[in-house]
C-alpha cells in the first residue's frame, strides 16, 4: 500500500513537532520514528538535537563524505496520506503478525541516521522525545521555515536538554583523557587560584608548580597528546557550524550533553578549558608556536581552534548581559535598553561570521532566537526571516537596520577587506556577513580604542545617516589622503618598511613625540596593553624589535639576501642619538644572532608580540602626504583618502568613484588608525567647515 507522505501544516504558529525513536525489529536498521504535534509552550520533556546535516569531520576517511541517505520508517497514522512528492517516500512492508501495515520513510542523510541508531540504546542522553530540524521543519515550506526559524531559539530554551552529537566517531583515549580528567583539573585549578596562577608558566606543563598541583603523570601524558586533542578537535565540523551558537547559548551548561559514539562528555569542561587557554597566560601562542615548529600542525591553528570551540561560552556572556552600560556607551554611544540591545545583536551577529551555514542567509536568520531571548520588554524584534529574499537584500537591510537605529557608525568598522568578499555586488558599506571579519576593529572590548572618538561625535547634532535603496547618506570630511602603504605583518618586507619609517625623520609632527615611538604606537593602535603609557614601554619596544628582527633573519627571511643586507644597511644608520633609541645597532643583533632559540622563544610569550599581531591581521602600516602615521584596511592603496565621519569615533580610508555623475560618492574600504588623530585632534575649524554630505556606494 504504498502512499506518498506530505506534511500538513501545523494548526498554530507556536506548534512544533516532536519525534520517538523506538526500536522496531520489523525495520532492516532496528528502529522507527513517530511523529506528533504539540504546543511549545506545553510540550512534554524534550531533547533538542545539534548536529551538522553534513559529515561530522571536515577531513573524514576515506569513502565516508557524509552525503550517504538512509530511509528510515516514519509511523503512518502520525501523518494524512497524499498523492504528492515530498521529502517523504511510501514502502509497504508485512506488519509481522497481520496483514499490511502502511509506512512512510524519512531520507535522512548518514550523520543523522547514524545519532538515531545511538539514541536508542543511550537512555542516559535524556527523555526519549527529540526535536530534530531536518524532520520537524517542512524545509521545503518556505513560510513554514521562516516561521520555525525564527523562534527556534525558543525550542531550544523550552527543551529539557540539548544534546550535541558530534559523530559515531569515538576519540582515542589520550583525547578522552583529555576531555574527562585533565581538562576539568586545569579549570578547577583556576577556580582554587585564580588567572595569574599561570602567569609565565610553561603551556607544556614543565613549570614545578604544575608539575605539583596536577602531578608528573598528568604532565607528561598532557605533554605527549596535546597535539592529538588539536587535531581531534581542528577536524569536528560541529564548531564550524553556525546554528550550534543557540542552539547551546540558550541553556545552562549542566543542560548540554556532548555524544561522541557511544561516549558521553561535560559540555561546561570543554568549553571552560577552552576559556582558560584563550584568556589565560598566552597558552595558545605558546601551543601555536609548538604546534608550527614542532609538530607541524600549521601556524594559527590551535588558536583557531580554541576560538571555535570557546564562541558559545563568548557569546553566552554577551547573552546575559555581561557588557556594562559604561562600556556599551563607549563602544556604540547608547545606554538605553534598546540600544544596548542592538549592539548586542550586531556584536553576536559578527561572531557568527566564522561560522558556517548551508544557506548564507542564516548568517543573519540564526540570530533572531538569540535576539528575542534578549529583547527588553515591550519591544518587536523587526528582524524576519524571509527565505523569498536574495542573500544581497538580506545583508543589506540588517545593515540598514542598523545603522539607521543606533547613534555610532560601527558597522562600518566591521566590513572585510573588498578581496575577501563572496557576494561582490554588496554595497560597500554592507558588511559580507558570509566570510570571517578576519580583523580585530579598533573599538574592541577590553582596549584603550574605546576611548576613541576622532570626530568629537557628542560635540554637536550631527544628522543621522540614511540609507536610500544601496546609498548610504553620511556626513564628513577629508583628513587626508593616503601617500604610501607597507607589507602586512605576515610578509617579509614589514620589517623593512617600519625600519625605514623610523629612521625617516627625528620627530612625528602630530604629536612632538620622537617619529620611533610614534612607529611603535600607531602598530599597536593603542591596543589594551599594560604598560603602553608607562615608563616600561619603550624598553618593551625595544626588545621585541631586536627579538622580532632576529626572527627574520633566521626564520622567513633567511634565504633572502638582499632583504637581509637592506636590514643590515639600515641598522647601520641607528646612532646612539634620543631619537634612536628605541632601534638596535648591526652590532647588537650580531650579537643576539646566535641565541636565534631564546629570541624567538622570548617573543612567543610576549604579550606585546601577541598584541601586535592581532592588531596588524588584514591591516598594513600607512604614511600620508602630510607625513601622519596610520594603520588601515589591508585593501587600501596609494590615492585613496582618510575621512573623518561625524558620527564615527574613528577615521575610514574611502576610495572616490569616478567620474562627473558621481559627485560625493565613494567606497568604503575600511576603518583605520591615525596617529594623533583618535581624540578629536582633527575637528580644527578649518576641518568643521569642510563637513558636507558623503554618498557612500
Known sequence: ?????????LPTPRSIRLITVQ????????????????????????????????SPLIQPPEGEAGDREYRVSIAADMKAPSRQNSLFEPSSTGAGNGGPDVRFQAVVLENLFHFLQHFVRLPALGPRLLWIDSICID??????????????GDIFRAAARVVVWLGRWEPTPDVAWILNEFAPRVVQLRHL??????????????????????????????RGAWVSW??????????RRGWVIQETVLKDNEQVTVAMGDQT?????????????????????????????????????????????????????LVAGETPKKLAAGLFGVSDAEGIWWARVFEIMGMLREKNFGDDRDQVFACIGIANATMPPGMVNPMVADYTLSVEEVFTRMAALYIT????????????????????????????FSVSQVFTTLMRSGTIGRHFDAALTSSAAWPRPTVHGNVLAVQGARLDVVSTDGDNFNFPGFILSILRSCLGRDQYIATGETQTEAVFRTLLADCFFTELYSSAFLPRCKTWLENFIIQEITGPLADDEDSVMDIAALLADVSDSPQH?????????????????MCVAELVKDRFHSELIAMNHARRFFTTDEGFLGLGPYSMRPGDEVFLLTRSKVPFVLRKVEGPAHANEYRLVGECYVRGFMRGEGMTPDLRARIGPIRLV
Open 1 to 9: 500500500m504504498a502512499q506518498s507522505y506530505k506534511y500538513l501544516p
Open 23 to 54: 526500536p522496531d525489529p520489523r525495520e532492516t536498521h532496528g528502529f522507527s520514528i513517530a511523529v506528533q504535534v504539540a504546543e511549545l509552550n506545553s510540550a512534554p520533556p524534550f531533547c533538542a538535537l545539534s548536529y551538522t546535516w553534513g
Open 139 to 152: 524545509q521545503t515550506n518556505l513560510t513554514e521555515r521562516g516561521s520555525q526559524v525564527g523562534y527556534m
Open 193 to 222: 587560584y585564580g588567572p595569574a596562577f599561570f602567569v609565565g608558566k610553561d603551556a607544556e606543563c614543565t613549570d614545578p608548580e604544575l608539575v605539583e598541583r596536577l602531578g608528573e603523570a598528568a604532565c607528561a601524558r598532557w
Open 230 to 239: 588539536v587535531a581531534f578537535m581542528d577536524n569536528l565540523a560541529w564548531f
Open 265 to 317: 562528555f561535560s559540555w561546561g569542561s570543554m568549553v571552560d578549558f577552552a576559556s582558560l587557554l584563550g584568556r589565560t597566560a598566552n597558552w595558545l601562542i605558546q601551543l601555536d608556536h609548538y604546534g608550527t615548529t614542532r609538530h607541524q600542525l600549521g601556524r594559527y591553528r590551535v588558536e583557531n581552534m580554541n576560538h571555535r570551540v570557546n564562541m558559545p561560552l563568548q557569546i553566552r556572556r
Open 405 to 432: 537605529n543606533m547613534p555610532l557608525l560601527r558597522a562600518l568598522s566591521t566590513v572585510e577587506p573588498s578581496n575577501r568578499r563572496r557576494y561582490q555586488d554588496l554595497p560597500s558599506w554592507v558588511p559580507d
Open 581 to 597: 633609541r628605541l632601534l638596535p645597532d648591526l652590532a647588537r643583533i650580531y650579537d643576539l644572532r646566535p641565541q636565534a632559540a
